[in-house]
């Protein structure tokens, strides 16, 4: 029934032949530090996607796009999952075209075709950026998944809730589940329908969970010298590459995983089962919606297959390698302190922030 | 004054102990073993905090969040978004986190410093 899967992500040492490895401690000690500034920053830069006004009109198109599919009567995932893959793979495909040309030099030699790539360089990443909140995270309004989340409770209510009033109830649910701080309170919201649905909805969550934080696993037999220092890890995976290819085969590059390394050494809980996960759900359908229960339950799968992918190439590989040694390249050729405004607006994700920079600055 | 919150319940059962806020990366260093983490939002990076933290609460983000999903992973009891009212719960305050229900409380035992000299 499904097909509409997230793109493929190519071995990375693919990436990495391009890249030369002089340049890799510094790519990784920079990415590293994005991604903890990214949360020590999270609310600013959240503030900042909210209010970019160079993508006021995808911003508001994509809030638009998901709650509306989501407020449907006649909510059809099947169409709401095609719809967000020709924009998932539309982002994704102009961001891998620019990720070659970086790694092709194919970007012109004057600072006019440097500023040109550079502007939409900035424009189709802060798009990203936004696809990434709404995927992610519930920072923001609408999370993607708020349609497929509001399938699941409209199957699971209890049976006297009645025709009429069942998809108003699933979406205010739904919203509250997943993006609270947004969810407006009625007078007569039911808080135990929704700790009733959290109830059911945790279990195939906690499945979930452990496939997106398969790095804690993956790397828990990493050699103990790799977590001595970054510097180390980096050189561990240029010198012993065979010992990483399980997960250069799924388009990570190792030392990004720093954290997770750490987070490794300690034992896992054991994992739960599909069946196990999903049974509180099955068990509490309401006569009739079975199907369009395990239906949703499919699209659920898909949709955290985006998630999985979104985290791989952006945080864990190619965008991350190809985006640091771009900004390396880039701050070589400025002058503090415009290199040192540059690398704070562009390591924080606030794309047209170190555009600015950049226009501003003659020896770009 | 006791403080009662509400966000969602993102990963199930109670913890209790004083709100260790984490606002940038020093902070992180000094987050201590029970410690109840409190922040805007969380990262899968902050794999070792978990590792210590009595319970999780954020202003931000749902269950389908990251704070929500490592919490789940690390078995600690989590409530997310409960919006900007978070900031009133100040460091060393006694936080009870109740994942269940999606209520965060403070209450009457004393606020208590990070070396436990009650304040």
């Known amino acids: 029934m499904i097909a509409l899967t997230p793109p493929s992500l190519a071995n990375i040492k693919i990436t990495l032949a391009d890249i030369p490895h002089t340049a890799l401690p510094w790519i990784a000690e920079k990415h590293v530090q994005y991604l903890d500034d990214r949360i020590h920053k999270i609310g600013p830069l959240t503030e900042y996607l909210k209010s970019c006004n160079e993508v006021e009109k995808e911003r508001n198109e994509f809030v638009e796009f998901v709650d509306q599919h989501a407020r449907r009567e006649d909510l059809v995932l099947g169409d709401y999952l095609a719809e ?22 194919d970007i012109g030699s004057t600072r006019d075709s440097r500023l040109t790539f550079w502007e939409a360089f900035a424009y189709i990443n802060e798009v990203d950026s936004l696809h990434g909140m709404f995927l992610t995270s519930g920072r923001w309004y609408v999370n993607v ?4 989340i509001k399938e699941l409770v409209y199957c699971t209510l209890p049976k006297s809730v009645g025709t009429s009033e069942r998809s108003a109830i699933a979406y205010d649910i739904s919203r509250h589940v997943v993006t609270p701080q947004f969810a407006k309170p009625t007078s007569n919201y039911d808080i135990a329908l929704e700790r009733r649905f959290v109830g059911l909805l945790i279990p195939i969550l906690t499945y979930y969970d452990r496939k997106l934080l398969f790095l804690f696993e993956a790397l828990a037999n990493t050699p103990e010298e790799a977590g001595k220092s970054l510097d180390e890890f980096v050189r561990l995976v240029n010198d012993q590459p065979n010992s990483f290819d399980s997960l250069f085969d799924m388009g990570i590059y190792p030392p990004f995983a720093w954290h997770e390394l750490h987070s490794s050494r300690r034992p896992r809980r054991a994992s739960v089962s599909y069946d196990s996960a999903v049974a509180p759900l099955l068990e509490s359908v309401t006569s009739g919606f079975e199907e369009r229960l395990d239906s949703a339950l499919k699209f659920l799968s898909v949709f955290k297959d985006y998630e999985l992918n979104y985290n791989n190439y952006n945080y864990k590989g190619r965008f991350g390698l190809i985006s640091k040694y771009f900004y390396r390249q880039t701050s070589d050729r400025l002058s503090s302190p415009n290199r040192e405004a540059f690398l704070d607006a562009i390591l924080g994700d606030r794309f047209f922030e170190a555009l600015e920079v950049l226009r501003a600055a003659p020896e770009l | 004054m006791n403080t009662e919150l509400s966000g969602i319940g993102a990963s199930p059962g109670i913890g209790k102990g004083l709100a260790h806020w984490i606002r940038s990366a020093e902070d992180v260093e000094a987050f201590s073993v029970g410690e109840v983490l409190l922040a805007a939002m969380t990262s899968p990076d902050w794999g070792e905090v978990f590792q210590k933290a009595a319970g999780v609460v954020t202003e931000q983000g749902g269950m389908l969040c990251h704070a929500a999903i490592v919490a789940r992973e690390e078995g600690i009891p989590a409530v997310v978004g409960v919006g900007e009212d978070l900031q009133n719960i100040a460091d060393g305050t006694f936080v009870i986190v109740n994942g269940d229900d999606g209520v965060v409380s403070t209450s009457n035992q004393p606020k208590e410093s990070r070396n436990g000299k009650k304040e």
């Open chain 1, 84 to 105: 967000y893959t020709t924009k998932f793979a539309g982002v994704r495909t102009e961001v891998d075209r620019q990720c070659d040309a970086i790694l092709q030099a």
């Open chain 1, 145 to 148: 998944m708020l349609p497929v």
